[in-house]
């Protein structure tokens, strides 16, 4: 046997063998523990880490979103649109994104009308969120150059949304007693701050995919719909409201005044068909500044009422039996010293009676009467017609005006309230008060909002101040104010008997007194007298012209809208001329 086959058949050492049986198990154990390991990680995963790992991954593609929602719209009483939400478009972007499109942002800024700069300064300080508003409201221009944008420079992380605008179609005619809203469509002045919570509409949510691009693939779910705000219907007559403000602005024009007023009630109902006031403002556009020409005036300033205060003195005596409109008067002289101090008039009258007191608006003859009844009496009277008491319009801002107590009246005191100083009133207090003498004596409450035709005054809430008889003497005594013979002749209507006072009330200078030459001229009224329908009453602040009397500054104002307002409303002519009746003949079949 060769040495090589001895070596052949050399039994190998036993250690060298290989273990296969320990490999076998070894592999088993790995495999077992590598499966063990793995169906642990994937119950972890799939059992207790469920929730986590699908938050994370619907934040990185779910997204919650708002539905807009459109504000309630606010109409005139006869359903014109005052106050609309349109929709627009708002841009925003993720600034972690953008920050890193240097760029791209000067054209973005142009593109929405910022400055480049702003805009950097904007995205670099919030750099590490991911939503900023780059411009709410854009306008269509806007919107369009933006998508340029995108499109030109492959732009991600900016993107667009809807949210409504509020519209207010008649710009300065109706700001005042609307108010505005902010960006976030919350009222903020006049209606729309006082029914906010009538008009606010609340967005809905829904639960959509965007892409990389956060552009929206699908919408999965809606998890709120959207609550729309509920309509307002005002008083106010637009066709009414647009020939006061025009008639309104041209006489401040004309008298080079630093502003005016006017309101118009409906008597029957308390409401006020037209509320307006100079200066003026545009409610659409962007607001800053002084709040000076956002005021309603007609509710938050208040005046000395003068002598259109006079006719309710005259009620008072006549409630009581004191005088009758034929009692006489003694004005000689034109002067009555009452204490220290002398009450005058313009010119020397001679003897008056009740009625011409009221036609000639002597100071003298209102002051004799006021003096037969004690301070109580006068107070009492004008505490029921509402002076010193808010309205409770709905009109943010409404002043109470000024009217102290008689207890603390002297006697100079208790005359200056017979002609209208001393006391302060708002032009809605004024123009309620001498609804009163139109209504046959009874107070209504005003309002704003146009109420129910089945059911005008809330039951309860009328108040008798006067009795018929008296209102309707006093009415009549006031008509001789627009004749020929009284103070506002330009106040007359053809074809309709009107009745009025006119009032020229000189305005305080604080301790200087009631120097300066500044007045305001005042005329409230009525018409037809017989049967009041309509009440106005305009105010004209500091007329700087030659004229500055009410009867020839307020009353002009006056006599157009009124004459207007009965056209608008069909009320027939109660005093009809020889001319209106002639032309009525030939018209007909």
Excluded: C
């Amino acid at each position: 046997m060769s040495t090589r086959n001895r070596r052949a058949r050399r039994p190998e050492p036993r250690h060298a063998k290989p273990d296969l049986a320990l490999r076998r198990r070894l592999l088993v154990g790995v495999l077992s523990s590598a499966f063990v390991v793995l169906s642990a990680a994937v119950f972890y995963r799939q059992v207790v880490e469920t929730d986590y790992l699908r938050s994370e991954g619907e934040r990185r593609y779910l997204r919650v979103g708002e539905i807009a929602a459109r504000r309630g719209m606010i109409t005139d009483r006869n359903g014109e649109p005052l106050a609309v939400s349109t929709p627009v478009e708002t841009v925003w972007g993720e600034p972690r994104k953008l920050v890193e499109r240097r760029d791209a942002i000067p054209p973005l800024a142009v593109a929405l009308g910022l400055e480049p700069k702003e805009l950097q300064e904007r995205l670099d300080a919030t750099s590490e969120r991911g939503f900023l508003y780059l411009k709410r409201r854009v306008s269509f221009e806007e919107a369009r150059a933006v998508r340029q944008v995108i499109a030109d420079h492959d732009l991600a992380g900016v993107d667009f949304e809807t949210e409504y605008r509020r519209f207010y179609p008649g710009v300065e005619v109706f700001g005042h007693v609307l108010g505005f809203t902010d960006i976030d469509d919350s009222g903020q002045e006049g209606i729309e701050l006082t029914y906010d919570s009538w008009l606010k509409s609340e967005p809905g949510l829904r639960r959509v995919i965007r892409d990389g691009r956060q552009q929206i693939v699908q919408e999965i779910e809606q998890v709120r719909a959207p609550s729309q705000g509920a309509d307002l219907a005002l008083s106010l007559d637009r066709r009414l409201q647009f020939l006061a403000y025009r008639e309104l602005k041209a006489a401040v024009a004309e008298h080079k005044a630093v502003g005016g007023t006017l309101v118009a009630l409906d008597v029957e109902t308390g409401e006020i068909l037209a509320m307006v006031n100079q200066p003026g403002y545009n409610p659409n556009a962007q607001r800053g500044g002084s709040s000076e020409r956002r005021r309603n005036r007609a509710v938050t300033d208040v005046m000395e009422p003068g002598s259109t205060i006079k006719p309710f003195v005259v009620a008072a005596a006549l409630e009581r039996g004191l005088i009758k409109p034929t009692t006489t008067i003694a004005t000689r002289g034109g002067s009555l010293a009452v204490g220290s101090n002398t009450v005058k008039d313009v010119r020397n009258y001679g003897n008056l009676d009740v009625t011409g007191v009221i036609t000639k608006s002597s100071n003298v003859g209102v002051v004799k009467i006021a003096q037969m009844m004690s301070y109580g009496d006068l107070w009492g009277l004008y505490d029921q017609l509402g002076f010193g008491h808010a309205t409770d319009v709905g009109v943010p801002g409404e002043s109470r005006g000024v009217l102290r107590h008689h207890s603390t009246w002297r006697v100079f005191e208790h005359a200056t309230q017979a002609f209208g100083y001393g006391l302060s009133v708002t032009a809605l207090q004024l123009a309620q008060a001498y609804g009163v003498l139109a209504a046959d004596g009874v107070k209504r409450p005003v309002s704003l909002l146009r109420r129910d035709p089945a059911s005008p005054v809330p039951a309860g809430e009328e108040t008798r101040v006067l009795s018929a008889e008296t209102a309707r003497k006093v009415r009549a005594m006031m008509e001789t104010v627009v004749s020929d013979q009284g103070t506002a002749k330009r106040a007359a209507i053809t074809g309709y008997r009107v009745a009025g006072k006119t009032g020229t009330a000189k305005k305080s200078a604080g301790r200087a007194g009631y120097g300066g030459g500044r007045y305001q001229a005042v005329f409230a009224g009525f018409a037809p007298a017989g049967s009041p329908r309509l009440v106005i009453a305009v105010m004209i602040d500091e007329p700087k012209g030659k004229a500055y009397y009410g009867g020839l500054v307020a009353a002009p104002v006056f006599q157009k809208v009124m004459e207007g307002a009965l056209r608008l409303f069909n009320v027939p002519p109660d005093d009809p001329q020889p001319s209106m009746l002639l032309a009525r003949r030939e018209v007909k079949p």
